[in-house]
């Protein structure tokens, strides 16, 4: 990435937006050395659209189709379209509520992350943090980890653990785990775009400088 070439960051959501903003504030700040070029949803009223277009990031909803929990073939192709006019060079995936398949996870090899609200392996799939306070596990927390066709099965890139406090209800625990993430992605998103991450098979190997992305 040259000096002016900005990294290109496209995130897509299906909720509220708040990882969004941690990453259009990191970018805001210089923190990321990016920009985020383009916020698709998949629900037309979804938080995320709104908060892009406060934002000044253009932002357009596509609908998924007949399936509930993947795109279909129409939508897939019409994602990877946008995506590659918005010549993205990330996507971030924050709260995207769909498994994406293979024509999409070829169209961006190896570019495609995601937030997940566990310590991975444990725990994926949906409500993660529920999952953990019904399990009675101690500590939790998020990982990013690059998607691959599975649920939450990617490659780890970086995690951050959460305590889980006596008393926690599930809403409480959420925000303790969401307050991390808001740390956790844009730090890791700023590594991708500075080149400091390899990956060879199932390991991720930081090159991160004095930031550790675990802990
Ligand atoms: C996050 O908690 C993330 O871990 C999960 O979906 C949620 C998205 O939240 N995958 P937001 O829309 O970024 O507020």
Redesign the pocket.
Known sequence: MTGEQKFRVGVL??????????IAAGCAAGKIPGEVALVLSDVPD???LERARQRGIPARFIGPGKFRTKLDDEAEQTFVQVLRQARVDLIA?????RVLKGDFLRAFDGRIV????SLLPSFPGLE??KQALDYGVKMTG?TVHFVDAGVDSGPIIAQRTVPVLDGDSPESL?AR??AA??EL?PETVAALARGQIAVRGRQVVGVMGENSLCG
């Open positions: 959501g299906s909720g509220k937006g708040t990882n969004l903003c941690a979804a938080g995320i995936l924050a709260g995207f509520m995601n937030i997940h609200p993660a943090w998020c959420h785990i969401q993430e808001h992605y």
